[in-house]
């Protein structure tokens, strides 16, 4: 409840500690990385002004089919800095892509063409560009309308469809022996979607506290003899404490919650995660042209819903830069207090390129959807195939049968 009218205004030093952080933080410091020329939803070749421009594929550059004029689009960190001062970042730095999405913002967007005046429409769900009906000018989104579709940059992909359908092949091809027979026969990677998927690219400048216990063996010895013979340790116990100042550079972090939906029970979604990283380094200012003739799937995260997911993985990072330090304790180390402050973050909302073949497994609770994906930039491939359970247990059974065969050969040449 707000103050009563004529109230003196509060004094954060009196509140408790989480609300006074809260009160005390600066205002988010916005970035703006629209293009005011592209705000029409028109994409135009800076030689010929004409609008039908695609990507040239295996490339980062854009080609005008019209006059074949090429160009490449500023990268995103060197117009705006990105990627530079992480030690120094204060606060929270939100680029204008990765503002938060309101609610009542429609996902079907019309533009007028600039070509013959009519109104050509966008579901920005999955597209971010059409073409007129009418006179075939292209137009795309890239107007930063606060309703998640459109981010601050994008990695174009590099690994072209007849190769990401050879690499899906082999993986499969792999394990065709275990494949479920249904999945065998509708297997057509032909029916491959390139896809740009929403991730948040963070910077971070962070401090972390761990405080635990380590041990350090210093005598082992057998008490006992036959079946009742068990092995001792001896070790000395120490505290331990560990203060541990760091930065991170461009970690992602998935911004549709579709995507983050790690249910294993009904989704192999994880597998998205395995084909990390991107070179998001490369990635350039938002252009709707690059999506020309793939699918985009769109943000429905804000900053504030991904940070604790940020937290998590801020940890995970201090963990690891404290492990060389306590390489002597030998018998292992068990951390029991954990302490995170993030003095700053950077936030970029970015599309990264995934090729993905699909299967729906019918089963209980409605199947299981099995993805294999490829990093569309580095073509590294993971997936999941779903195996008839069968030949699985026939193999082991194998498997086990012929190793008890070897050991009782072994024993029986040896007694």
């Known amino acids: 409840m707000p103050p009563p009218p004529g109230s003196p205004p509060i004094d954060p030093t009196h509140l408790p500690e989480p609300l006074r952080k809260e009160i ?32 040239k594929p295996g490339t980062d550059q854009l080609m005008c089919r019209y006059c074949r004029n090429q160009w490449t689009a500023a990268r995103v960190e060197d117009e705006f800095g990105l990627g530079e001062n992480i030690d120094q970042l204060q606060g929270t730095v939100i680029a204008s892509g990765a503002s938060d999405i309101k609610a009542d913002v429609a996902t079907m967007m019309s533009f007028k063409c600039s070509g013959c005046g009519a109104e050509v429409t966008v579901n920005t769900e999955n597209a971010m560009t059409a073409r007129c009906h009418w006179c075939r000018h292209v137009l795309g989104v890239n107007e930063q309308v606060p309703n998640g579709a459109v981010p601050d940059a994008v990695l174009p992909f590099h690994i072209k469809k007849d190769d990401a359908i ?45 405080a635990g216990h380590g041990e350090i063996k210093t005598r082992e010895y057998s008490e006992g ?86 937290e998590d993985e801020l940890l995970s990072i ?23 402050e993030v003095h700053g973050s950077r936030w970029v909302a970015m599309y990264l390129p995934v090729w993905l073949y699909s299967y729906h497994q019918p089963g ?28 699985l247990l026939l193999a082991a059974f194998t498997i086990g049968t012929f190793l008890e065969f070897i050991a009782f050969g072994i024993l029986g040449h040896t007694s």
């Not at 005390?24 to 421009?53: F, M």
């Not at 092949?169 to 027979?181: D, I, N, P, T």
């Not at 830069?321 to 390489?327: I, L, N």
């Open 318 to 340: 201090a963990r690891s830069r404290v492990v060389d330090s306590v390489a002597r304790f030998d018998r292992g180390v068990r951390w029991e207090q954990e302490g995170l």
């Open 166 to 210: 050879a690499r899906i092949r082999q993986f499969v091809g792999k394990r065709h022996f275990f494949a479920l027979s249904a999945f065998k026969e509708q297997f057509s990677p032909e029916n491959v979607l390139g896809v740009y998927l929403p991730y948040m690219i963070v910077d971070a400048n962070a401090s972390a506290d761990v």
């Open 24 to 55: 005390e933080a600066p205002d988010p410091v916005a970035i703006d990385t629209s293009a005011p020329e592209l705000a029409d939803g028109v994409n135009r070749c800076p030689k010929c002004g004409a609008t039908d421009i695609v990507q």
């Open 364 to 391: 209980p609770n409605g199947g299981m959807l099995h993805y294999i994906a490829v990093n569309g930039r580095t073509g590294e491939t993971m997936g999941s195939v779903p195996v008839e359970m069968w030949k």
């Open 225 to 310: 003899s036959g079946d009742n013979k068990k092995t001792l340790y001896d070790a000395d116990v120490y505290a331990l404490v560990r203060h541990v100042d760091f930065t991170v550079d461009d970690l992602p972090l998935e911004s549709s919650g579709a995507r983050g939906n790690l249910d294993t029970r009904t989704n192999t979604n994880n597998i998205i995660n395995t084909i990390l990283p991107f070179d998001t380094k490369n990635a350039v200012k938002w252009n709707a042209s690059y999506l020309s003739g793939f699918s985009s799937e769109k943000r429905d995260r804000n900053v504030e819903q991904l940070r604790p997911h940020l």
